[in-house]
């Protein structure tokens, strides 16, 4: 496999991501009902699937010990984890925790860290059943979950031109709360909130797949990045409808406050875990899903554009960038 | 939850962990059939019960680049995490792959580590189904799996005083690798290889749970201290009879070359992932397992002797210690 030349920050992370997918592609293994490359897997293990997901999360990175408590980290952790299989239209049943952490972290910090996950656990009826903790210099988190589906999974690969692209749960306002922690401020309270406790809309994935969504993806990095996801993997072009935003009164603040336009949260923002979703066009969308756009019926396959044009912001992230 | 004083260096990591096990006890989610605090947690998910487990594994503590290539750390680290489905008796299917990893890192090393991930999951028919790609300072490896087990699954819990114990796999092998390359040697090359690329008796757990086994685990940290949970978990005191072992050439060289008495890596000596565990009197036990030692008729519980006597070396090691 020495196709892949330089660092992993030259490659970049969807070079490397893509180049893994390839080499651990599920070949003839015909348990494997989805492989690497969408937010969960899925996989035929005794009489049933089971949707399994992995993510790590890093000190510094991914959270910051001034900014959240061990609690809220947590409760993000298990939310961005349990989201990958909302994502897929399933239901989560069970986490494994892997913690890194260094020896003179305070225990009391790891005891109320497993508070956050239980609880954000308990929240869908999902269950901590096992893990790891071993010795690290940062904070390293790794949590893999499992889930079951009872409608077929939805992919992200299979929106058709004319589909409706609709949007549920909160979106930009964990990037509105980012962008004011790092100001410095800690308000507006709800924005700041909304990054340390996401709150993924958690019965909208199972609803999308039996309203029979045709792609879902989960917004981590950015609502246009992940939308180019869906994109990319259905080989379709989707146009974002600005309009379709009913951009809420905080945003709207942090928006006024830092000269920066609170569309930009709700476009590039990742971080909320709102889902978003292809849908026949036709399908009647019940709360919470919203229309914000739709899938061109002509149009270079991979692109998304806002209102017809390409969106200026760089938006979202590339890991190793 | 604010029970735990002091650091995780003064709680230790058997502290920590059993209080998360307790944290995280099932309660009433009766789709958990083993929770945390085993080799593996066994939930029943769709049809079928899942034997899931996820470790951890950091550079400079479970792997060190000027020892291992990534080839070796992708064996080895698929290699443990396959070996705790074993340990239930199971056999594994998927795996699920996060890396942690520095921007400078080349990205030919992430793709050489996946071929050992893939070619060790190879050795026991289970596919990589997906996994994560972060940034972190210290290259951080954690894997879950998946299996199923077609016999009751086996836990640590399980040993009665009468059994015998047994050992299946080699043991002491990668210890005595692990001593060479810390005194700055290469050879006995099979040690060292042994040290790089353990070689779990992937047939012997599942074996284990057909023939009866009460209580199994596999041998991470150090077989008396593997054991002292088999003793601790079933309420029994065992004793391991030291002539049950047959010390094989390189390790005695290695004992002679070092000043060690080879015993010490078979008794204290961890990471060859072999099996040990314990079944009713009168079992006949097939080739690869051979009995060590037996479970004492009294004793105090939870505690491990070898040839009568507490073994002086403290042995095994705490990860926060």
Redesign the interface.
Same mark, same amino acid.
């Given at each position: 496999?020495?196709q892949?030349?330089?660092?992993?920050?030259?490659?970049g992370?969807f070079?490397?991501?893509s180049?893994?997918a390839e080499?651990?592609a599920?070949?003839d293994?015909d348990? !494997?009902v #989805? &492989?690497? *490359?969408?937010d969960? %897997?899925v !996989?035929q #293990? &005794?009489? *049933?699937?089971?949707v %399994?997901?992995?993510?790590?999360?890093?000190q510094g990175?991914?959270f910051r010990l001034d900014w959240s408590s061990a609690l809220d980290i947590g409760h993000k952790a298990a939310a961005e984890n349990l989201s990958d299989i909302n994502a897929m239209g399933g239901r989560p049943?069970?986490l494994?925790?892997?913690?890194?952490?260094?020896?003179?972290?305070?225990?009391?910090w790891?005891?109320?860290f497993?508070?956050g996950i239980?609880e954000e656990a308990a929240l869908v009826?999902a269950?901590?059943?096992?893990?790891?903790?071993?010795?690290?210099?940062?904070i390293?988190i790794?949590i893999?979950v499992?889930g079951?589906c009872e409608h077929a999974v939805v992919r992200r690969s299979g929106a058709r031109p004319g589909d409706v692209v609709a949007l549920a749960g909160r979106q930009g306002w964990a990037d509105a709360g980012f962008a004011v922690l790092g100001r410095g401020f800690r308000s507006p309270r709800v924005v700041v909130e909304a990054h340390r406790r996401p709150e993924p809309p958690y019965d909208a994935g199972p609803q999308a797949a039996e309203l029979g969504a045709t792609a879902m993806i989960d917004v981590s990095d950015g609502l246009l990045q992940d939308l180019g996801h869906v994109a990319a993997d259905s080989g379709v072009a989707i146009d974002v409808t600005s309009a379709g935003f009913d951009i809420a009164e905080p945003l709207q603040a942090v928006g006024a406050a830092l000269g920066v336009d609170p569309m930009r949260f709700c476009l590039t923002g990742g971080d909320d875990y709102s889902l978003v979703a292809t849908f026949p066009s036709g399908t009647e969308l019940p709360q919470p899903w919203r229309r914000i756009g739709s899938v061109l019926e002509s149009g270079a396959p991979g692109t998304v554009t806002v209102d017809g044009a390409e969106y200026e912001d760089p938006g979202g992230h590339q890991?190793?960038g």
């Open positions: 496999m020495g892949l030349r330089g660092t992993l920050a030259e490659v992370e070079g490397l991501v180049a893994l080499r651990f599920p070949g293994d348990r !494997v #989805v &492989g690497p *490359g969408d969960a %897997a !996989v #293990v &005794g009489g *049933g699937q089971v %399994a997901s992995l993510d790590m999360l890093v990175r991914h049943t069970s494994l925790v892997g913690l890194g952490a260094p020896p003179d972290l305070e225990a009391a790891a005891m109320e497993a508070d239980a009826g269950s901590v059943v096992g893990g790891d903790l071993t010795r690290a210099d940062a390293t790794s893999a499992l079951v890991h190793f």
